[in-house]
């Protein structure tokens, strides 16, 4: 039996996560399953556990991982996912991983791929403190690439162009801070779970991307 492509993407906030999860989902044929759109999607369904995180979300608090679990759980066992699927953002908590290993093994399945996008901390911080977002029609540019210029029009619709507040030095390094503390360990967890592979996030999303291909090759 062909092995199915499940697979969780790790990395951090700037590492290259959504250039390279468009590739995958295009490249596999596999669904891209975000924390964001999966929890809309259970808010939106009126499933119980929908119901449930909308309150949280309501109040601006945090999911607690069993409704998260239970909802992504939920998202996993439709139809479109039986081929194989893309996490990203979830697990994002060493319990999350575990809880979802136990419940992929009742099934049935298993992570097949932990890819983890590896960019040092330097360079994460440059990537998205040049990030510059238009107020008109929210395209975002870099000022390292030289698609816009600091103070500048937005070439598309020329509309404001600034800076978010995510996209400040101090903010990265505080998110980054707390991806430490919480996701890191997903990658010794998988490491041990011996699917792990780590690639380096340098260069450019072309360079990135050969060797994802090349990761894929070994797994698929």
């Known amino acids: 039996m062909e092995q199915q492509a499940n697979i969780v993407l790790l990395g951090a906030p700037g590492a290259g996560k959504g250039t390279q999860a468009a590739f995958l989902v295009q490249r596999l044929v596999i669904p891209h399953v975000s924390t964001g759109d999966m929890l809309r999607a259970a808010r939106a369904a009126g499933t119980e556990l929908g119901r449930k995180a909308a309150q949280y979300m309501d109040a601006g608090e945090l999911v607690p991982d069993d409704i998260i679990v239970g ?3 939920e998202r996993l066992a439709q139809p479109d996912c039986a081929q194989g699927f893309l996490l990203d953002g979830f697990p994002r908590t060493l319990p999350q991983a575990e809880a979802l290993t136990e419940a992929l093994g009742q099934a049935g399945r298993r992570i097949a791929l932990a890819l983890n996008l590896d960019a040092d901390e330097a360079e994460i911080v440059r990537r998205l403190s040049s990030r510059r977002v238009c107020r008109g029609c929210g395209k975002i540019f870099s000022l390292a690439k030289k698609q816009v210029q600091e103070g500048g029009a937005c070439p598309e619709c020329g509309g404001e162009v600034y800076q978010r ?3 400040q030095p101090e903010v990265i390094r505080e998110r980054l801070a707390v991806y430490r ?40």
Do not use: C, H, W
């Open 71 to 73: 909802v992504a759980l």
């Open 181 to 220: 503390r919480q996701t890191e360990p997903l990658i010794g967890y998988y490491r041990q779970q011996g699917v792990l592979r780590m690639v380096a996030s340098i260069g450019s999303p072309d360079e990135v991307n050969d060797a994802v291909q090349a990761v894929l090759k070994e797994t698929f």
């Open 165 to 167: 507040e995510d996209d």
